[in-house]
């Protein structure tokens, strides 16, 4: 579960935007043309099967891992808490 809050004046507008996100490891196409909205001061669930690719798209956002094609368009800041510690290898 994802819960995004934000000042209430700024309720209803745009924190996310992905757009046609695609994200594949060597010929398992993982994320197809992804393309969402997601409002600030709404709760959003991602839910799927193992290795649908929730926790690539959670680490695509957060800017962990770069997609393959599409855009991710963030207003403002996010914050992540993953069950298990996750550090890019870029760090």
């Known amino acids: ?3 995004i809050c934000w000042p209430f004046f700024l309720l209803g507008a745009k924190l996310i935007q992905l757009s046609n996100v695609q994200k594949k490891y060597a010929n398992h196409r993982v994320l197809t043309d992804v393309s969402v909205n997601l409002l ?3 709760t959003y ?3 799927g ?5 929730k926790s690539t798209l959670i680490k695509s ?3 962990f891992l770069q997609t393959d094609a599409g855009s991710i368009d963030i207003q403002g800041r996010l914050a992540y808490l993953p069950e298990q510690p996750y550090l890019p290898e870029n760090i």
């Open 40 to 42: 600030q001061g709404k």
């Open 61 to 63: 956002v957060m800017k």
């Open 49 to 53: 099967g193992n290795g649908v690719g």
């Open 1 to 3: 579960m994802v819960s």
């Open 45 to 47: 669930g991602l839910l």
